[in-house]
């Protein structure tokens, strides 16, 4: 047997034998269960929201108060951010699939710089709206200082849930859709 092989061999045998024991086979779980339903804290609320306008990249502007009869995720986030990296994918899947239906996301950027946003977002293929962030949008909302940061209004425009973590297809589906039935 060559050299390399007998300095390997006493590896492969200990890896061939290691059989991992129940705690380390939660904790594995318990980190899969983590990366695909990360925690947050949601908060449930019935408060109206100041009407505010957001300058959408596009160079529109927006005021909340013209999505009136919908039901919009208004989410706080940026692109150095991998939390709000790791919820968008399931924020575009949820968007595409219910926006017939009443659904609006404003995505608002933290960023200072709108290139950076507008790649990033051409890079991955969003298509929701988004805005950077800007004083009377970010005080309408009561300044939210953690990343991400969401909060879904309901056809009155009042916030009903408020999100501080990441948002994945299943708390959307729970929080939103009876909204959208309403």
Sequence with gaps: MPAEEKSAAPWRQRLKKYRPDWLTLVLLGLIAYLWFRPPAWVSDLDTPVADAQAVLLSGDRMALDQWRGKVVLVNFWATWCPYCRHEMPAMEAFYREHRNQGFEILAVSTDDDARTVREFLA?????????????????????????PTSFILDKRGHVRHKI???????RLQDLVLPLLKE
């Design 123 to 147: 890079k991955e293929g969003y298509s929701f709206p988004v805005a950077l962030d800007n004083a009377e949008l970010s005080r309408a909302f009561g300044s939210p200082t953690r990343l």
């Design 164 to 170: 501080s973590g990441q948002v994945h297809a299943g």
